[in-house]
């Protein structure tokens, strides 16, 4: 049979023909074509600067006017639209090439990503108690500390600041967990380095801030974490377009409140109906406002922001620079800070491995005031007769009373001055491995260095070189010497560094149900603290010399002056080498279960406790997962979950601590003479001090509801503290020196936490939430005494006002509160309208009345309740938020008061405008009692800010632009009748005024944002 090789060559054409048609239709599936669209937010606004990029290409570009984006792909190619602030949000390319793509802001729902000790959580698997604020919803104003922007935004969370812009807040977390003055503050850790200075973060650099508030939580940090960890996350690089942006205020402070004392009419008045006069030396026919010589009528501070990033989709980088200024509202006080950052992170290997690096730096210039409190104490007292300066330009001063200064005088003659520069630089490497695997190292560096100068010219060695000084609480006033003429000068110049290596695997795995996450990791940490040096000198030719030059200075020629080298401060070198590893499970994420282990050592401790273990355990049931909660629609979440574990406390020790040590005692006499310096024991030796222990049991619940209209959280917890770290006197027969620091006494907190936040509008153009925190805590020392050392309490707080030698305010006891009030108890006037007291007895006493054997327990400094009430209004492009604050509850020894309330020595010193109706006969007005014991709870408006954002892309090359202006401190609701209300309730003698009032200030501020394309 024959072949047909005609029919065989058209047959075999027409197959090339379907063969080359097909690979056409190929050809043009896969051609790249040109996709745009715009990309906008769920309230219809476009989206300008947002990066948009091609998944798994080097493609990237970035959305401009009106949101419009332009970009090539082909079929089935996935568009990554990404922007700070909104949630990323992908599309896959069909056969359309214009796309309307809509992205929702971040929500603050359960869904969140959470920060946590090495690694990262959402909150719906959380088992702890941990809370978050976003860095839109920090505190507002003319802030210098992180502290004070936390103030009232986290339940459990007790903040309290002074209005000294040089003064960091003291923050206190669910109750005092020590007796150890300065060990009280949370661990910080920024962008996973533990322990680094919060001092270095602008507050616009700040993205996030998670508090890790239980032990469970914070365990992960082992010995330093008893007081709980802050965790703060700073803004990142995004891929896109370069975002430059710039936010910047100038704000204007005067003081909120202030003394009413008499001035010199009134006081001469009082003073001619109590048939009494002023000396012809204090009266000078002066009518002198003291408070407001001091004080600057009206103080300045202005901040400003300038902020770059970008990148492509393998590299991000970010840079900011930051300078504040603030003006105290004390004259010559103020702090004046520079803080550089910049940060990169690299992808490579097909985003196998992430690299990053971050440098932040920052540089303070702190003027502070010498001898701060007495000043603020002269202030107060000083007679309005008296003039600032005589006839002839010089400062008055009448030296014939003791503790009488000049306060202007003072403040203008003495000069203190503290320097930082304070650098961080980390380096991280992330690479994901096989099998789930990922592995981290981090590797930090850390360098503090401080130079300080002070100078006391010669009006000061001359007049004020015995000046009775008044520290903070629970340090006594003592006198200070100035030992040298014509000015004395000191300057020192120390650094702290810290070196910590972190490396940690994490596998996260997936098996049908069941997800589970565990991590186990390795720290080392070097730190060398007090490197430098101080030296000191005197007799300067001119006071101008100041503390610039001390080789001008000639102490030789004065007999008694030595040169301070300062060796109360000594070089310390503390290393510390920690495993960890935790656990998380979760099963259909309806069960979670989580444990971790610490095991931590440190040379700070005896040789035969210097390793400690630290573990946790909690448990989760996200019950919105269960049947029986599908088929409804008012429960969006609900959680149970519980925990419990153990954190130490190493705050406030130095390698030395447990040594024993040598040195001076005084001097040994040979032959009835002086001849040699004598030295013994100054410190016992104690191989078995460990560090605290604080175990917290939390039990808590989360829920939404109504689609997530009205959601919140309770938390109950008890929190245990043992092992208390205390110095003990001992028998000198046993051991060489008098004293000796041991483990002795337990502590309880026990609290409860509630969180509501709800929007109860929400229109296009109209919206408000509104948010409340509540957190009540019940703080108790358990015991002070163990087997070998038996102590029923201890008095401390002395005050040492004239006339009330001996007399403390505070007793450490079982079953009382830290801060406890224990003094006289106060019992009206009697006929002659003296003041009485109670004795012991319950009899009504005058005199005779003896320190400790009568005194009363008479309340104490802990609150009752903390309260956080957050409102946000929007209104077309108009923003208002207003934030109250409450502290409940507590108690305040007003010392400032009662040193003021001296009627029968009006004559000598100044006195408040309510002691106008006493007897000058009443010697005892002033004593320490419970008269001066007052109510301390208050209602705050803290802040109030009001903006106006313009619509996006109304002006050429801005993205954004927002004004803004912002009251903080605008009114108190008290009855304390002190300054402010808001007295430190930090460290081991809370809610003690006496004399450090650093006034508070009501501040306005007037602030531009602004973003660039």
Same mark, same amino acid.
């Given at each position: *049979?024959?072949?047909?090789?005609?029919?065989?060559?058209?047959?075999?054409?027409?197959?090339?023909?379907?063969?080359?048609?097909?690979?056409?239709?190929?050809?043009?599936? $896969?051609?790249?074509?040109?996709?745009?669209?715009?990309?906008?937010?769920?309230?219809?606004?476009?989206?300008?600067?947002?990066?948009?990029?091609?998944?798994?290409?080097?493609?990237?570009?970035?959305?401009?006017?009106?949101?419009?984006?332009s970009i090539s792909a082909k079929t089935g190619d996935k568009i990554v639209f990404s922007f700070l602030g909104y949630q990323t949000k992908e599309i896959t390319v069909a056969a359309a090439s214009t796309y309307q793509v809509i992205i929702t802001e971040a929500s603050s729902s359960l869904t969140d990503v959470v920060v946590v000790g090495y690694g990262k959580s959402t909150r719906k698997a959380l088992t702890s108690s941990i809370s978050t604020v976003k860095g839109d919803d920090l505190n507002k104003g003319a802030i210098s500390d992180v502290g004070q922007m936390l103030q009232g935004k986290v339940p459990g969370l007790n903040i309290s600041r002074s209005g000294d812009p040089n003064r960091n807040a003291a923050i206190i977390m669910r109750g005092a967990s020590t007796l150890r003055e300065g060990a009280q503050s949370p661990l910080f850790v920024i962008d996973g380095v533990v322990g680094a200075d919060i001092s270095i973060l602008?507050?616009?650099? @700040?993205?996030? !801030?998670?508090?890790?508030?239980?032990a469970a939580a914070a365990a992960i940090y082992g010995n330093r974490a008893a007081n709980g960890v802050i965790m703060v996350t700073t803004k990142k690089g995004v891929s896109g377009q370069t975002q430059l942006s710039y936010s910047g205020y100038f704000g204007i402070e005067n003081v909120s409140n202030r003394y009413e004392m008499m001035n010199a009419d009134q006081l001469r008045a009082f003073l001619a109906k109590n048939n009494s006069a002023l000396t012809p030396a204090n009266d000078k026919g002066a009518n002198t406002d003291w408070q407001n010589e001091v004080q600057r009528n009206d103080a300045m501070s202005h901040n400003h922001n300038l902020s770059l990033?970008?990148?492509?989709?393998?590299?991000?980088?970010?840079?900011? @620079?930051?300078?504040?200024?603030?003006?105290?509202? @004390?004259?010559?006080?103020?702090l004046s800070r520079f803080i550089g950052r910049i940060g990169l992170e690299q992808k490579a290997f097909n985003d196998k491995l992430r690299i990053g690096f971050n440098l932040s730096n920052s540089v303070s210039d702190a003027d502070l005031v010498p001898y701060r409190n007495t000043i603020l104490s002269q202030m107060l007292t000083y007679l309005p007769t008296a003039p600032v300066k005589n006839p002839d330009g010089s400062y008055f001063d009448n030296l014939v009373q003791t503790s009488y200064y000049n306060p202007v005088s003072m403040l203008e003659n003495g000069k203190e001055n503290l320097k930082n520069k304070n650098i961080l630089g980390n380096l991280t490497a992330n690479l994901k491995l096989p099998f789930g695997f990922t592995y981290d190292v981090s590797v930090s560096y850390q360098n503090s260095q401080n130079v300080y100068g002070a100078f006391y010219n010669s009006i000061y060695t001359s007049r004020y070189n015995n000046v009775r000084n008044t520290p903070d609480p629970p340090a006594n006033p003592t006198f200070v010497s100035l030992v040298g003429q014509n000015g004395v000068a000191v300057r020192n110049a120390y650094q702290n560094t810290n070196k910590i290596l972190e490396t940690y695997l994490t596998w996260n795995k997936k098996i049908g149900d069941h997800d589970i996450n565990a991590v186990i990791g390795y720290s080392y940490q070097q730190s060398l603290n007090n490197d430098g040096l101080q030296a000191t000198s005197t007799n300067f030719p001119v006071n101008e010399v100041s503390y610039n030059n001390l080789s001008l200075g000639n102490p030789y020629a004065v007999s008694d002056f030595r040169v301070n080298f300062n060796p109360d401060v000594v070089y310390q070198e503390i290393l510390m080498i920690s495993d960890f590893a935790r656990v998380n499970y979760n099963y259909k994420n309806k069960f979670l279960i989580q444990g971790s282990i610490r095991r931590d050592g440190s040379n700070v401790f005896g040789k035969n406790e210097q390793w400690g273990y630290f573990p946790s355990i909690g448990a989760g049931w996200n019950i919105d997962q269960e049947n029986f909660l599908k088929n409804q629609n008012v429960i969006r979440t609900l959680k149970l979950r519980g925990s419990y574990g153990i954190a130490g406390n190493s705050l406030g020790f130095a390698p030395l601590t447990t040594k024993l040590i040598y040195g001076a005692v005084g001097q040994f006499y040979y032959n009835g003479s002086p001849r040699e310096g004598a030295y013994g024991a100054i410190q016992n030796e104690n191989p078995d001090l460990r560090w605290e222990k604080t175990a917290t049991t939390n039990l808590g619940v989360d829920f939404s509801l109504f689609g997530g209209r009205l959601g919140g959280s309770v938390d109950w917890y008890n929190k245990k503290?043992?092992?208390?770290?205390?110095?003990?006197?001992?028998?000198?027969?046993?051991?060489?020196?008098?004293?000796?620091t041991a483990n002795v006494g337990k502590l309880s907190n026990k609290g409860i936490e509630f969180v509501l936040n709800g929007t109860p509008i929400a229109t296009d153009n109209f919206s408000w939430t509104t948010g409340i925190n509540l957190a009540h805590n019940v703080n108790k020392v358990l015991t002070l005494s163990d087997s070998q050392f038996n102590i029923d309490n201890r008095l401390t707080v002395q005050p040492d006002g004239a006339g009330q030698s001996g007399a403390?305010?505070?007793?450490?006891?079982?079953? $009382?509160?830290?801060?406890?009030?224990?003094?006289?108890?106060?019992?009206?006037?009697?006929?002659?309208?003296?003041?009485?007291?109670?004795?012991?007895?319950?009899?009504?006493?005058?005199?005779?009345?003896?320190?400790?054997?009568?005194?009363? !327990?008479?309340?104490?400094?802990?609150?009752?309740?903390?309260?956080?009430?957050?409102?946000?209004?929007?209104?077309?492009?108009?923003?208002?938020?207003?934030?109250?604050?409450?502290?409940?509850?507590?108690?305040? *020894?007003?010392?400032?008061?009662?040193?003021?309330?001296?009627?029968?020595t009006a004559q000598f010193t100044n006195i408040p405008v309510e002691v106008e109706n006493e007897s000058a006969a009443d010697f005892n007005s002033y004593k320490y009692s419970s008269r001066f014991i007052e109510n301390g709870s208050y209602l705050r408006l803290d802040n109030a800010t009001l903006g106006y954002t313009f619509k996006k892309g109304i002006i050429p090359g801005i993205n954004n632009l927002r004004l803004y202006t912002t009251a903080n401190n605008l009114f108190v609701i008290t009855g304390y009748k002190g300054i402010d209300p808001e007295i430190n309730q930090g460290g081991t003698a809370p809610g003690v005024d006496t004399n450090n009032f650093y006034p508070k200030t009501r501040t306005f501020l007037f602030g531009l944002n602004v973003s660039f394309n």
């Open positions: *049979m024959g072949i047909n090789f005609t029919h065989f060559k058209y047959s075999f054409v027409l197959l090339v023909l379907l063969l080359i048609g097909q690979s056409f239709n190929n050809v043009y599936a $896969q051609t790249e074509r040109k996709i745009s669209g715009n990309l906008l937010d769920n309230t219809n606004q476009p989206i300008i600067g947002a990066s948009v990029s091609v998944k798994g290409t080097n493609k990237v570009t970035s959305t401009g006017g009106a949101g419009a984006f602008a507050p616009d650099d @700040i993205a996030s !801030i998670d508090v890790l508030k239980d990033s970008g990148g492509s989709e393998k590299t991000t980088y970010n840079a900011s @620079i930051n300078y504040f200024n603030q003006k105290g509202i @004390i004259k010559t006080s103020g503290t043992t092992d208390l770290i205390l110095a003990f006197d001992v028998d000198q027969n046993l051991y060489p020196s008098g004293q000796l403390t305010l505070q007793i450490l006891a079982p079953g $009382q509160a830290i801060g406890t009030f224990y003094t006289f108890k106060y019992a009206g006037k009697d006929a002659n309208g003296v003041s009485q007291y109670y004795d012991a007895a319950g009899n009504l006493k005058t005199q005779g009345l003896l320190n400790k054997t009568d005194y009363y !327990i008479l309340g104490n400094a802990q609150p009752k309740a903390l309260i956080g009430w957050t409102n946000n209004v929007r209104y077309k492009n108009f923003d208002l938020s207003v934030f109250f604050r409450a502290v409940l509850g507590n108690k305040i *020894m007003n010392v400032t008061r009662a040193d003021l309330f001296r009627p029968n």
